[in-house]
């Protein structure tokens, strides 16, 4: 038990008092004043040897971690290759040598022939085709520009040509006109020779055949016929 200074004063003033009331001379008091003070000490001496210091504060440096151990990445070993074991492409001195390119035929480019020399004919022709007046043709028939008759290219007229124009083989053959406004075409009769035709598949029609096939004001049209 631990006692302070004024707990000490009032002790001591009782035990006075106590002594006092008791006869004790001042001898005596002083005596027990000392052995007072001598108790006291020595339960100050006591509470002092006990006591204990505080621990120091804990270190506030961290406690470093240890490093994760990284392992190094194997290396593979090279393999060797058995040069022997590797196989070697064989180059053929044939398969170097460049392959000669085919060389195009000549593309021939188609030339206009006059149809069959007979009345008839197979196939379709292209040309141009005029308008004319008609009236006595080559073939020695008269005809109005109402009919609906043709004059064939002269090219074409003169392969049958003979003594006698009036007896052409053409004369009298029946074709199928068209045109682009009227691919359905109309059929007509040649008649007579185109003079002034110099296509070969040219061919020179009345007013009344090219209103169907064309406008006058065109003056030349492109036309396609056949033999009917």
């Keep these: 038990m631990q006692f302070g200074y004024k707990s000490l004063l009032a002790l001591t003033a009782i035990i006075e008092l106590a002594s006092a009331s008791a006869g004790v001379d001042m001898l005596q008091k002083r005596d027990a004043v000392v052995y007072v003070k001598q108790e006291i000490l020595e339960i100050v001496g006591y509470t002092s040897t006990i006591w204990v210091a505080p621990p120091p504060p804990p270190s506030e440096t961290p406690t470093p971690e240890p490093e994760p151990v990284v392992e190094p990445t194997p290396t593979p070993e090279p393999v060797a290759i058995n040069p022997t074991e590797v196989p070697i492409p064989v180059?053929?001195?044939?398969?170097?040598?460049?392959?000669?390119?085919?060389?195009?035929s000549p593309i021939e480019e188609p030339v206009d022939q006059p149809p069959s020399t007979g009345g008839s004919g197979s196939g379709t022709y292209s040309g141009k085709a005029t308008y004319y007046d008609a009236g006595l043709g080559s073939c020695g028939e008269t005809h109005s520009n109402s009919d609906?008759?043709?004059?064939?290219?002269?090219?074409?007229?003169?392969?049958?040509?003979?003594?006698?124009p009036n007896l052409n083989p053409k004369c009298g053959t029946?074709?199928?006109?068209?045109?682009?406004?009227?691919?359905?075409?109309?059929?007509?009769?040649?008649?007579?020779?185109?003079?002034?035709?110099?296509?070969?598949?040219?061919?020179?029609?009345?007013?009344?055949?090219?209103?169907?096939?064309?406008n006058q004001l065109d003056g030349v049209i492109d036309i396609s016929w056949d033999y009917v």
Excluded: H, W
């Design 174 to 214: 029946k074709i199928r006109v068209m045109s682009a406004s009227n691919p359905t075409g109309v059929i007509v009769t040649i008649v007579d020779t185109c003079p002034g035709c110099s296509g070969a598949y040219d061919l020179d029609l009345t007013p009344a055949v090219f209103d169907q096939l064309g």
């Design 91 to 104: 180059v053929i001195p044939s398969e170097l040598s460049p392959i000669p390119s085919p060389t195009p």
């Design 148 to 164: 609906m008759i043709c004059a064939l290219s002269k090219v074409t007229m003169a392969l049958t040509a003979g003594p006698n």
